[in-house]
């Protein structure tokens, strides 16, 4: 749990989203231990994490994204 915290950014990804793929790398290279993504997502879930598909390109980039972000999803996000 503690790797996780750190984010993935500390071990080398570009985002520091933590998708399963991710998780299993990270497993197998700190561990030695062979995880599938789809294993991982379990785990991920049960530690009360909800893993991530990263999208193509930066949001930002799009103006019209961008908006739709602010519009929608910050707004879940507030109600949380």
């Not at 991710?22 to 294993?39: N, S």
């Amino acid at each position: 749990m503690e790797l996780l915290e750190e984010g993935a950014q500390t071990h080398g990804w570009e985002t520091d989203l933590w998708t399963s793929k991710r998780v299993a790398i990270l497993i197998q290279d700190q561990f030695g231990i062979d995880y599938t993504p789809r294993h991982c997502s379990r785990i991920l879930r049960e530690l009360g994490y909800r893993p991530v598909k990263p999208r193509e390109g930066a949001a930002e980039k799009d103006p019209e994204a961008k908006s739709q972000w602010l519009n929608e999803e910050a707004e879940q996000l507030k109600k949380s």
